[in-house]
C-alpha cells in the first residue's frame, strides 16, 4: 500500500491571540504515524509556521499569538508512514486570522 494524499478540513477565521486546531482526513493507503503542518502567508507564499508531530490524530494544534490578526493565510498537511514516507501535499485551504 501507499499513502493517499491528505484532504486539509476548512478553517474559519478565528482570533489568533487564542490557539487554534487544524483538522484533515486520510483515508486508505498506509497507517499514518505522524504529520506535518505548513502554514504560509496568503500573500507573499512565505511560510511562517511548520510544525510534525508523531499522533495517530488527525490534526495539530497551532498555539495562540504564533499567527497575527489581520493576516491571510493558507495550510496544507502531508503525512508519513512508518517508514518515515512523506505523503504528497494535501489541498490548500485558505483562512483569515481576526481579532
Not at 81 to 96: G, L
Amino acid at each position: 500500500m501507499a499513502l493517499i494524499t491528505p484532504v486539509c478540513l476548512a478553517v474559519n477565521a478565528w482570533d489568533s491571540t487564542q490557539a487554534h486546531t487544524f483538522y484533515f482526513n486520510a483515508t486508505g493507503g498506509d497507517q499514518v504515524v505522524k504529520n506535518r503542518i505548513t502554514i504560509r502567508n496568503n500573500s507573499t507564499n512565505v511560510v511562517v509556521y511548520q510544525n510534525t508531530v508523531t499522533s495517530f490524530l488527525f490534526e495539530q494544534t497551532v498555539p495562540a499569538n504564533t499567527l497575527t490578526n489581520g493576516t491571510y493565510y493558507n495550510v496544507y498537511f502531508n503525512t508519513y508512514d512508518v517508514s518515515n514516507n512523506i505523503s504528497a501535499n494535501s489541498n490548500i485551504v485558505q483562512f483569515y486570522c481576526y481579532s
